[in-house]
């Protein structure tokens, strides 16, 4: 499952992209600009850096990943599909009824890969926090825990007495990997209200800090791999990223946090990732 050639990692990441629109689009609904957001990260993730199968999912060993930016899991729901856990042809009854894929994780529905429910915003690194240390009493464990945010996410208080409890506990096997894309529903974060400096805050809180480009794959990949032998303390990932990116109309416009595209832009966006305008409707 290992992949180290960047332009094949590149290549799936540009497939998610696509499914993100192709899954939104046909379900009239859902989350595209943070969803394309962490596509980089997630593909990095599951592509390289984690220990994980997709043919056995409850693999005790495997590394668990709670995506706590529930809204964002049409990106999740396309590497996992990607990655073998479940056919690719499932992704288009995205938020139908009765889908396992839901407009946020429901672990509940079977799908496998899927953590935890998540999506009640500021709750999911609680939920790593706890899996963490479930992870560290038990004698044989030897896996991390992964915890996705998105950066107007951190701005609950209950984030932050995580982050107070993860840095108590020396909670190595946590890694938390902020979206940081400056821009949440209601406009850019700093403006509705500022979480920066990260960094300096969570380094206050007993955490081991990293910035990273987001939307390079080597550099996500070099820098999770440092964290890993990080001893002692967690350790927090923050992904400088582009809500949207990848659509150009989608860059930057708080707007696509929780729409959908319509026909023609949908198309739009299809074109701009190099597909044919067949593939919004039929298999590629």
Not at 6 to 21: C, G, K, N, P, Y
Not at 40 to 60: G, S, V
Not at 94 to 116: M, N, T, W, Y
Request: with cysteine.
């Amino acid at each position: 499952m290992k992949i180290t050639d960047t332009s094949r990692l590149e290549e799936i990441a540009r497939r998610v992209r696509f499914d993100i629109i192709k899954m939104t689009y046909h379900a009239g609904s859902g989350h595209p600009g943070g969803s394309l957001s962490i596509a980089d990260i997630l593909t990095a993730l599951y592509f390289n850096a984690l220990n994980h199968d997709p043919k056995n999912p409850e693999w005790n060993d495997r590394d668990r990943v709670i995506l706590s930016k529930g809204h964002a899991c049409p990106a999740l729901y396309a590497v996992l599909a990607e990655a073998g856990y479940f056919p690719r042809e499932e992704l288009w009854t995205l938020r139908k009824f009765g889908s396992r894929l839901q407009g946020h994780p429901a672990v509940d529905k079977g799908l496998p890969g899927i953590e935890i429910s998540t999506g009640s915003l500021g709750q999911g690194l609680s939920i790593a926090v706890g899996t963490a240390l479930a992870g560290k009493k038990l004698d044989d464990a030897n896996w991390n825990v992964y915890a996705i945010l998105g950066d107007g996410e951190i701005e609950e208080g209950q984030v932050w007495e995580a982050f107070m409890a993860a840095g108590h506990y020396h909670l190595d096997n946590l890694i938390a990997i902020i979206d940081n894309n400056d821009l949440q529903i209601d406009g850019f974060v700093c403006d509705v209200m500022n979480i920066h400096p990260i960094p300096d805050k969570l380094k206050a809180f007993n955490w081991q800090v990293f910035v990273v480009d987001g939307h390079s794959i080597p550099e996500i990949i070099d820098v999770v791999e440092e964290a890993k032998k990080v001893r002692g303390t967690p350790k927090a990932i923050i992904a400088k990223t582009v809500k949207g990116k990848g659509i150009s109309y989608m860059e930057n416009v708080a707007d696509w946090h929780g729409k959908a595209p319509n026909r023609e832009l949908a198309l739009k966006a299809v074109a701009e990732l190099g597909f044919p305008e067949s593939a919004l409707d039929n298999d590629i």
